[in-house]
Structures are given as C-alpha cells and as structure tokens.
C-alpha cells in the first residue's frame, strides 16, 4: 500500500477544521425565535431571525425564545371560596416574550413561574368570592387574574395578554342542592306571577263594574233630564194652547199604549174597561182638536161625560164592554 504524504494530510486536516470552522460561526436562526448568544459562558447579544455569525470556539448558543404568542395550559386545581365551597377551577394563559434577554436570564424557567403564578392567584382571587360569585363573574376573576399577571411578568421581560377561566366546577352534591334551590325558586317566581294576574285581573273587573256603574247612572241621568225637558216643553204648550191642547195630548198617549196593548203577542184576551162611544168619542175629540189646531180655530166645546154604566147582572157582562179575542 502506498504511503500517503504529509502534506497531503496536513492539508486534508486544514479542510476539515475550516469547515468546522465554518458550521460553528454560522447560525440560521428560524423565525419565530431568538437566541442568545454566550461568550465563555456570558450574555453577549442576540440573533434574530434568519443567517448570522458568530465567533467560533469562542462563541456559543445559550437560549432559543419563541418570541410568538404563547398559549400556556393551567392545570385544574380545587380551590376554596369565601363561604367554604370547593371548586375545581383550570384555565389558560395568553403570554408573549417581549424582552428575550430578560426572559432567558431573569427567571430560570419562564413557563414553570407562569404556572405556579397563576394557580396561587387563582386561588386568592376565588378566595375572596362566595360560590354564587364566582359561577357568575368569569369576566371580574378573569380581568383580576390578568392585571396581576401581567404586572409580575414585565420584569420576566414577557407580556400576559389574556388570561380565561376554562372551568369552574362544583361538587356533585353541591350542584344538586342549586338545581333543587333553582326549581324551588322557578317555583316560587311562577306562583308570584299567577298572584299577580290574579290581583291585575280582580283590579280590572271592579274597575269595569265602576265604569258601568258610573255609565247607568249617567245614562240614568241624562234619561230623567230628558223626560224633565219633555215634561217642560209639554207643560209650556199646555200653558200656551190651553186645557184643549192637554186633552189631545192625553188622548193621542191612550191610543198609543191601546195600540201597544192589542200588538201585544203574549195577550190571547184583550178587554176594553171603557164604553165604545166614549172610545170614539176621546178619538173624534182628537182628530177635532188636530184640525182645529192646523186651521188656527178654536175647537168645540168638549161633550159632557156619558154617565155611568149600570151595575151587571148576575153572570153577565157589562153593556158597553167588548171582548176582543185574538187568534
């Protein structure tokens, strides 16, 4: 076998060691993260994303950030209220590194100091809550929890953006007892309603029966004020035309009421407690007192009162009085 140069040796060795060179003072940085770089074991500076170099053997990697939005998951924990209640409570953190310097040299680990943050203030922020507080303001625990966060983390060079509540849980024997508590007041709102219909309704039909009251007796009222104008205005023409003008009155209402009498379709009998020729004699009265009052001339004398009829027989009928039958 031939025996190689030395030279050719010495230069093989000289390649290998400048491309060792080479790969160690050239660092392609993927985006999204920045890394530390560290000379003899000191903070130096930092390589941002893309192609950058270094001094080699002497410069050295030491942290490699993700710099984008981190979601950091909190584990669920049992806490304990303001009234003595156990829940079971996890949420999420939101957080960015703003600062990688700080956030690679400041804190020893930037996720586990999140954590740990988080769970001890969950616990004093529900502490302070009764249960039914805490079911009903995720929003107030969540807004607590971020403020507070986000305060002890700007030394850490990192920045909370939001911090969400995922579950709050109470025990099994606990949720039972609220929806027994739910139904009973479910309950007791519907039998508040129901009374209040009842009373709305009983408010609305004593308000109607005034209304009608107050209604008949207005209707009563204005009916009285018209038969006092009818009476009046009767009384004026009596006073004006004489005792003539009274009579025809009287004797037009009788045919009238006679006439309403004899429709009457319930009456199978009808009879006439008047003598035929005084009937005739009120309706020819009548009809003269029409007439006199159209021409302007004072009507005839009225004729004397026909006497009395004589007293029945036994068993009989009185002269004069007509039985009027309808079929």
Known sequence: ???????????????????????????????????????????????????????????????KLNVQEVVLDIPEQSVITKDNASVAVDGIVYYRVMDPAKAAYAVQDLKQALVAMAMTNIRAVIGEMDLDQTLSSRD?????????????????????????????????????????QMTAERERRASVAKAEGDKQALVLQAEGRRDSALRDAEAREALAQAEANATRMVAEAAAGAGSDALRYFIAQQ??????????????????????????????????????????????????????PPPAPPAGGTLPGVSPWTRG
């Open 140 to 180: 107030r625990i969540n807004t607590s929890l971020l403020t507070i966060l986000d305060g002890a983390t700007e030394s850490w060079g990192a920045k909370v953006s939001r911090v969400e509540i995922r579950k709050i849980e109470p025990p099994e024997n606990l949720i039972r007892a609220m929806n027994l």
């Open 1 to 63: 076998m031939p025996e190689i140069p030395l030279a050719t040796i010495i230069l093989a060795v000289i390649v290998i060691l400048a491309v060792i060179t080479v790969a160690k003072g050239v660092r392609t940085v993927p985006q999204g993260e920045v890394w530390s770089v560290e000379r003899f074991g000191a903070f130096t500076r930092l390589l941002q994303p893309g192609l950058n170099l270094i001094i080699p053997y002497v410069d050295g990697i030491g942290r």
């Open 254 to 307: 009788y045919v009238k009421a006679f006439e309403a009498l004899a429709a009457n379709p319930s009456s199978k009998l009808v009879v006439v407690p008047m003598e035929s020729a005084s009937l005739a004699g009120g309706i020819t009265q009548a009809m003269e007192l029409l007439r006199a009052s159209h021409a302007g001339t004072a009507p005839p004398a009225a004729p004397p009162p026909a006497p």
